[in-house]
C-alpha cells in the first residue's frame, strides 16, 4: 500500500513537471495556455487572501478572468477599471479573479517583490473592486510567470479562450470583455 501511494506521489510530481515544461512561451516568456491546462486550473482550489477556498468549477456558466496582478503594478491597476466596469455591467456573466501570484525571473528564482498577504489586505480594505482575491502561490509552481499583468480567459463550459500579457487601459479591458459577452452571451 506504502509502494502505491509513493508510486502515485512521484506519477503526479512527473506529470506537474511534464506540464511545467510543455508550454509555449509569449513574447514576454509568460506561458501560453492549453486547453489541458485550463482543466487543472479547473480542478485547483484556490486560497482567498481572507482565508476559505475558492474553486473555479462553481463559475462554469461564465466568463472567468484570471487577471495575475500586485499592489505595485500601475498597468494592473489601470486594467482594474475596465475590469470593474464590465463586472459591475454583466455580474451574472463575469467572473473575475485577481490572482496574486508568485514571481519567478529568468533563472527560475522568486522575485522578492512579491505582495505580502497585508499588503494585498490594505489595498482590499481602500478599494472596492467586486472581484474575488485570490493567492496563487501553488499555481505559480506550475504556472511561471515572468510579467504581469497576465490574464487567462476562460469561457463558458471551462473552454480556454486565450492567455494574454500586456494590459489595455481601462476602455481597451472594458470593450475586450463586452465582444466577449457579445460572443458568447448574445
Not at 28 to 48: A, M
Request: glycine residues 6%; negative net charge; proline residues 4%.
Amino acid at each position: 500500500m506504502k509502494r502505491i501511494s509513493i508510486l502515485a506521489s512521484l506519477s503526479i510530481l512527473l506529470f506537474q513537471i511534464e506540464l511545467r515544461a510543455q508550454f509555449q512561451k509569449d513574447e514576454s516568456g509568460n506561458p501560453i495556455i492549453t486547453q489541458e491546462f485550463t482543466n487543472i486550473i479547473l480542478d485547483k482550489d484556490f486560497e482567498y487572501v481572507e482565508g476559505g477556498s475558492l474553486n473555479l468549477k462553481k463559475y462554469n456558466d461564465k466568463i472567468i478572468v484570471l487577471d495575475f496582478w500586485q499592489t505595485w503594478c500601475k498597468p494592473c491597476l489601470k486594467g482594474f477599471e475596465g475590469l470593474q466596469k464590465a463586472k459591475l455591467e454583466w455580474p451574472d456573466k463575469i467572473e473575475i479573479i485577481a490572482v496574486s501570484p508568485d514571481l519567478f525571473d529568468d533563472q527560475n528564482q522568486l522575485i522578492p517583490i512579491v505582495d505580502k498577504i497585508e499588503q494585498i489586505l490594505e489595498f482590499m480594505s481602500k478599494h472596492d473592486y467586486p472581484f474575488e482575491f485570490v493567492l496563487g502561490k501553488e499555481l505559480s509552481k506550475d504556472l511561471p510567470i515572468r510579467v504581469i499583468p497576465y490574464k487567462i480567459v476562460i469561457g463558458l463550459g471551462g473552454n480556454i479562450i486565450e492567455s494574454k500579457t500586456g494590459f489595455g487601459d481601462g476602455d481597451k479591458e472594458y470593450a475586450y470583455l463586452k465582444s466577449l459577452v457579445d460572443k458568447y452571451f448574445r
